[in-house]
T-cell receptor
Framework: GQSLEQPSEVTAVEGAIVQINCTYQTSGFYGLSWYQQHDGGAPTFLSYNALDGLEETGRFSSFLSRSDSYGYLLLQELQMKDSASYFCAVRDVGSTLGRLYFGRGTQLTVWP | DTEVTQTPKHLVMGMTNKKSLKCEQHMGHRAMYWYKQKAKKPPELMFVYSYEKLSINESVPSRFSPECPNSSLLNLHLHALQPEDSALYLC??????????????FGSGTRLTVV
């Protein structure tokens, strides 16, 4: 089975940096993904790490350590619009297709 | 076209009604998914279609019936639902590869209320 743990909520002020951690236990591993979801909206794909290290995309970076079964999403220069839920996700490799398993989500609130 | 389009956006139905949710993508993705999401919870996988064939059914009750008429379309037929089935129903699609995982593209969802 799959198990992902992430904090339920994080708060920060505009302009700050915030890190959302995710630890996982999986029977197989095809990489760690991150999704953002605003209230009432659809999840949108942010990043994917298959190998150890840091991936940077603009203000967002994602890190993976496979030996520690750990990753994080780093959000810099926070803006009010970054207030949303952030989900880490892993894919089950038990079948050709697999399933995408989501963590319970971290609610990020950015204050002015 | 880099979108997944879902209709309707909102649906209210009685427990004896039959309705269908529709999903369409034109990105050439060969895998399509139905997820159910309750408030403040993560999306939960319901069904996976690969190359228009149902490959995963996550023990979903038979009152939910998926259909994939072609590689661009995915339907979810609803019949005799219960109030606890009220949720956001998300469709997603993805490229398909055994060795590389790409991001899923989600539709904006159908917010379903069963009365």
């Amino acid at each position: 089975g799959q198990s992902l743990e992430q904090p339920s909520e994080v708060t920060a002020v505009e302009g700050a940096i915030v890190q959302i951690n995710c630890t996982y236990q999986t029977s197989g591993f095809y990489g760690l993904s991150w999704y953002q979801q605003h209230d009432g909206g659809a999840p949108t794909f942010l990043s994917y790490n298959a190998l150890d290290g840091l991936e940077e995309t603009g203000r967002f970076s994602s890190f993976l350590s496979r030996s520690d079964s750990y990753g994080y999403l780093l959000l810099q220069e926070l803006q009010m619009k970054d207030s949303a839920s952030y989900f880490c996700a892993v894919r089950d490799v038990g079948s050709t297709l697999g399933r995408l398993y989501f963590g319970r989500g971290t609610q990020l609130t950015v204050w002015p | 076209d880099t979108e997944v389009t879902q209709t309707p956006k909102h649906l209210v139905m009685g427990m004896t009604n039959k309705k269908s949710l529709k999903c369409e993508q034109h990105m050439g993705h060969r895998a399509m998914y139905w997820y159910k999401q309750k408030a403040k919870k993560p999306p939960e996988l319901m069904f996976v279609y690969s190359y228009e064939k149902l490959s995963i059914n996550e023990s979903v009750p038979s009152r939910f019936s998926p259909e994939c008429p072609n590689s661009s379309l995915l339907n979810l037929h609803l019949h005799a639902l219960q109030p606890e089935d009220s949720a956001l129903y998300l469709c997603a699609s993805s490229q398909e590869s055994r060795t590389v995982v790409y991001g899923y593209t989600f539709g904006s969802g159908t917010r379903l209320t069963v009365v």
